[in-house]
């Protein structure tokens, strides 16, 4: 428990105290744009080091998240209940009329707590990062594999994707002010559960794995994962890239061309001239190469990319009902110049 009151605290103060640059996220209904600190990289690579120098010092042993994973599990998920119970409560009794804290009541409890009641409410100023917490509980098992003398390529292979992934999240934090979770899912139980424990716990489930099976690559193997790796973030950074500057500036040259724009409003050049949700794509081919250092052996490690999938199909069918409904006729247009949802000629 300790452990975990003192990661919220720093969240905390971190969010808070540490420079950043400051920036505007999208333009709600409302015409208002929320402010955000973008000091993720800072807070992350200070937690880093003094949960190094604590180690050194033997005030904590990095081994803690790994020895003691489940109890860390239990008392997250603890948490988590309570403080969607209080933005519920708390978005009950707000009478703000503003888009990032209106109270969206549909009279169904489970519903609301599920789903949340704001958009945007601040709990005791924390950052519910998902992305540190995951990378934290990668360390603790990488720590466990030197100490007990079991590192292997596959561990390495896994650990080094993760890590540049998560730092890669960091450098481009900016760009998530503008995704789905941030301008359109109100903060309820699924987000804030999503965010600190199924991401954190269950995307590390592939170095649990390897903390206990041993796999041999060849070296072909690796090539073919690293390769998977690569096109997968060139997509995934690509696309997001591409959408974050469309919204700063509409205007701004696609692969050293002028944008395609539907409507004046949706964007069908370079990336999302390709397929509409193409982000998606590279998100699913990184998780791929998370598990395939796991080798084939076990469905277990493959977990992650499986309910990625089943999570990316169910969001995009969402946003495409969302869009439908608000762009209408432009919609129709868009779908006839970009035909493909994810994966082009198949999907």
Not at 208 to 225: M, R, T, Y
Request: charged share 15%; aromatic share 14%; glycine share 6%.
């Amino acid at each position: 428990v300790y452990v975990m009151v003192f990661y919220f605290v720093y969240l905390a103060v971190a969010g808070e105290t540490l420079p950043g640059k400051v920036i505007r996220s999208v333009v709600l209904s409302d015409g208002s744009q929320l402010r955000y600190r973008c000091n993720g990289l800072l807070a992350l690579t200070l937690l880093v080091a003094i949960l190094g120098i604590s180690a050194k010092l033997g005030v904590l042993s990095p081994l803690v998240v790994a020895d003691r994973g489940l109890e860390l599990l239990s008392a997250t998920f603890i948490f988590c209940v309570l403080v969607t119970l209080v933005l519920y409560i708390t978005g009950r009794t707000s009478s703000d009329k503003s888009s990032s804290l209106k109270s969206h009541v549909s009279g169904n409890l489970v519903h609301d707590w599920w789903f949340g009641i704001q958009l945007n409410p601040q709990f005791m100023s924390i950052d519910l990062n998902r992305m540190m917490g995951w990378l934290l509980i990668n360390l603790s098992i990488l720590s466990k594999c030197v100490q007990d003398g079991s590192l292997s390529q596959s561990m390495i292979l896994y650990q080094s994707f993760c890590a540049l992934y998560i730092l890669d999240y960091f450098v481009h934090e900016e760009y998530m002010t503008s995704t789905w979770d941030i301008i359109a899912e109100r903060l309820g139980f699924m987000l804030v559960f999503g965010d600190l424990l199924w991401i954190p716990f269950t995307f590390s489930i592939q170095g649990w794995w390897l903390l206990h099976n041993k796999v041999e690559l060849s070296v072909p193997a690796i090539v073919a994962n690293c390769f998977v790796f690569l096109i997968g973030y060139m997509i995934f950074r690509g696309a997001n890239k591409q959408k974050h500057i469309f919204k700063k500036n509409p205007k701004t040259p696609i692969w050293s061309k002028p944008p395609v724009v539907v409507g004046g409003k949706l964007l069908a050049s370079g990336y999302w001239g390709i397929a509409r949700h193409c982000n998606y794509l590279g998100d699913l081919m990184l998780a791929l190469s998370f598990s395939l250092p796991c080798g084939i052996s076990s469905p277990v490690p493959y977990f992650y990319p499986i309910y990625l999938l089943i999570l990316l199909i169910w969001r995009e069918r969402r946003d495409e009902e969302r869009c439908a409904e608000k762009y209408k006729e432009i919609w129709a247009e868009y779908l006839r110049l970009v035909p493909y949802r994810i994966l082009p000629y198949v999907y």
